[in-house]
């Protein structure tokens, strides 16, 4: 009788022992169940906010011929990184032609001040005529607007002579490049996108 109770009681003892190691063996299963899909969750987060990354066009407000383009898809580049080059044959031209116009009409402008202040003095002594005196004024005017548009002239060429390299506008990984050597790029009509660019931050 005793050694049966004692029997029963082995029997009743290791029962337990396995149901306890049951349930903590179910408990590390569902455990792992339920951590298991949130890191998934989170595995998917990352890789979704990698590919929402924003990407930039880059363009430039210049047309003309590519001349050379200095990177490749998937490179890293640094701010102000040369990206491409417009042949600048034509801008150097137009920069050349401005500023022979700028100086001519800074001595132009300069000859009619002096000849509209020969005219003050004759008009003064009463030797020249009213309508003398107003064709000086208005022959020095024209020079003003001569000087004005060729200094306008000269900055616009300048101007496109700065956009005839683009360069990075911050540290970027280049995701695609649009443009290739050799290329004409018309931006009169539509602004055409040179490269997709990827911020670094």
């Known amino acids: 009788m005793n050694k049966n109770m004692f029997k029963q009681g082995r029997t ?48 430039s407000p210049v047309s003309g011929v590519v001349k050379q383009v200095y990177v490749n898809t998937g490179q890293i580049v640094k701010y102000d990184e040369l990206l491409l080059e417009f042949d600048s044959t034509l801008v150097d031209s137009d920069i050349k032609e401005a500023k022979a116009l700028k100086t001519l009409a800074i001595v132009s402008l300069s000859e009619a001040k002096k000849e509209r202040e020969r005219a003050k003095e ?16 208005i022959s020095y005017n024209e020079k003003l607007v001569q000087l004005s548009s060729a200094d306008k002239q ?21 995701i695609k490049v649009f443009a290739y050597q050799g290329q004409y790029i018309n931006n009169k009509l539509q602004v055409q996108a040179l490269f997709l660019l990827e911020k670094i931050h």
Request: aromatic share 12%.
């Open 12 to 59: 009743i003892n290791t029962s337990c022992h396995h149901t306890d190691l049951e349930f903590v063996m179910l408990k590390h299963y569902f455990s792992y169940l339920f951590v298991l899909p949130l890191l998934l969750v989170m595995a998917g987060t990352t890789e979704s906010a990698q590919e929402n990354q924003p990407h930039y066009k880059i363009s």
């Open 122 to 137: 004759l008009y003064e002594r009463t030797v020249l005529s009213d309508h003398d005196l107003q064709k000086a004024g």
């Open 154 to 174: 000269l900055t616009h060429a300048l101007w496109n002579k700065k956009y005839s390299s683009v360069r990075a506008p911050f540290d970027a990984k280049i």
